[in-house]
């Protein structure tokens, strides 16, 4: 019988491989609880992200939901997301949010 340390971790290289079907297929056949992973592995260095993305899901039903109506309160909510994780995704949520707006000049003429 094989000790517990002698067995290899399956999660070994999982975001590795993830990153690499990522670029290869530009994440095309990716499902919304990965796609979501992929952004959580900015955030969260070592942790499980495909059980708190699953979480994320289930508590907002979609992407679309959670980056739109989702705040910073409701995400640290779940567990696994603090606050800088709470900010990256509120702020792709303010990012969808100006794009879905009438473009207007921002500073120095750029277009928001």
């Known amino acids: 019988m094989k000790k517990s340390k002698d067995l290899k971790n399956i999660h070994s290289g999982h975001r590795k491989r993830m990153m690499e079907r990522f670029i290869r297929n530009n994440a095309r056949g990716f499902s919304p609880h990965e796609m979501l992973e992929i952004i959580l592995f900015q955030v969260i260095p070592r942790a499980n992200t495909n059980e708190t993305a699953h979480m994320l899901l289930n508590r907002f ?52």
Do not use: Y
Request: hydrophobic share 40%.
């Open 61 to 112: 039903g979609s992407l679309r939901t959670l980056f739109l109506e989702g705040t910073m309160p409701d995400f640290m909510q779940i567990s696994g997301i603090g606050q800088k994780s709470a900010a990256h995704l509120a702020a792709i949520g303010e990012t969808f949010r100006m794009m879905e707006q009438p473009e207007v000049s921002g500073k120095n003429g750029c277009k928001i």
